[in-house]
């Protein structure tokens, strides 16, 4: 299947512009996948609904059935209905959010099946520090279901969006720059046991789980 080059979207770090943030959720609710900054690094990011986004992610790079997709959510009202969190639980990731951790959790029922860890029925979840992020996720209403943007046989993530922009024009349809992006993904944090687990050492700050 031939695609279109993506749209590549220039926009403010501090100010996100209205119109351009719209145009870029339009491609989101039409099963667009788009490549757009965190306040970690690049992620690719689709809809929740979209099937075909996420065989997208999954072909683009290289990944396997157990890979842990994350919801990337805008507050704890939209987090909280997507997985099950204790009281415990709560409190340690209130303590360390916004910012640049993801946290492994049970899912609810809300979550699509293909989403999920397909033995632990888990799903990543996170609330970015990021000002462009969080007004594409005002603007759309829902998570984006993310995967840190590292390309296959690559051991960073890219961090310049004209760079994106070239490499996989016709993989993506849009790709959003808004300056400089940082090279290191998240923190990851297994907090579906009983006692945290911390799978990958990146952004955010790890001695708050161990």
């Known amino acids: 299947?031939?695609?279109?080059v993506a749209k590549y979207f220039d926009v403010h770090p501090d100010n996100p512009q209205p119109r351009l943030i719209g145009q870029v959720v339009e491609s989101l609710h039409a099963d667009?996948?788009?490549a757009y900054p965190t306040d970690s690094c690049y992620a690719l990011g689709c809809r929740l609904g979209?099937?075909?986004g996420l065989d997208r992610i999954r072909e683009i790079r290289h990944l396997g059935s157990d890979h842990h997709f994350t919801?990337?959510?805008k507050d704890f009202a939209q987090f909280g209905q997507f997985v099950h969190v204790s009281n415990a639980v709560f409190r340690l990731v209130k303590a360390a959010t916004p910012g640049g951790y993801t946290f492994i959790l049970p899912a609810t029922k809300e979550v699509p099946r293909?989403?999920?860890h397909p033995r632990k029925k888990t799903v990543g979840v996170r609330i970015p520090d990021h000002v462009v992020t969080q007004a594409l996720l005002a603007e759309l209403g829902e998570p984006l279901v993310s995967s840190t943007l590292i390309l296959p046989g690559e051991t960073e993530p890219s961090t310049q969006g004209w760079e994106i922009k070239e490499s996989l024009d016709h993989m993506v349809?849009?790709?959003i720059d808004s300056g400089e992006c940082g090279a290191t993904p998240?923190?990851?944090v297994d907090l579906s046991q009983d006692e945290p687990e911390i799978l990958r050492r990146g952004t955010g700050d790890p001695s708050l789980f161990e």
């Open 114 to 116: 293909r989403l999920l």
């Open 32 to 34: 667009g996948l788009i």
């Open 71 to 73: 919801l990337v959510c």
């Open 186 to 188: 998240t923190t990851v």
């Open 173 to 175: 349809d849009a790709v």
């Open 1 to 4: 299947m031939i695609r279109c």
């Open 50 to 52: 979209n099937k075909d």
